[in-house]
């Protein structure tokens, strides 16, 4: 098993900065890639970025390029999500995943992952 426990979401106004974590424990979190994940209401939840275990290789959504960065810290068992530019489009219930599954084209997938976060709150005001 592996819990993830996201946090640093919160309220900021378009243009600016949030730096999300996705903090693990449980099995050896260096073994699995980890993606965030996002959800806003009425929408379906969709991928945003993900990196492998290595911190090695990096994946985005489209919408995110440039502006999102991923990365993590194997010794500190955390992944984050630094958002600058940010949009109100980009509001939603961001979640982080976990997976042991090889890391590729299909790692946007969210049926991949097999363990997810709780979620936390990103609101943008325009």
């Known amino acids: 098993q592996v819990q993830l426990v996201e946090s640093g979401g919160g309220l900021v106004q378009a243009g600016g900065s949030l730096r999300l974590s996705c903090a693990a424990s449980g099995r050896p979190f260096s073994s699995y890639a980890v993606g965030w994940f996002r959800q806003a209401p009425g929408k379906e939840r969709e991928f945003v970025a993900a990196?492998?275990?290595?911190?090695?290789?990096?994946l985005y959504a489209d919408s995110v390029k440039g502006r999102f960065t991923i990365s993590r810290d194997n010794a500190k068992n955390t992944v984050y999500l630094q958002m600058n530019s940010l949009k109100p489009e980009d509001t939603a219930v961001y979640y982080c995943?976990?997976?042991?599954?090889?890391?590729?084209?299909?790692?946007?997938?969210?049926?991949?992952?097999?363990?997810w976060g709780q979620g936390t709150q990103v609101t943008v005001s325009s």
């Open positions: 995943a976990a997976t042991a599954a090889r890391f590729g084209s299909s790692t946007g997938d969210s049926r991949q992952y097999r363990y």
């Open positions: 990196i492998s275990w290595s911190g090695g290789s990096t």
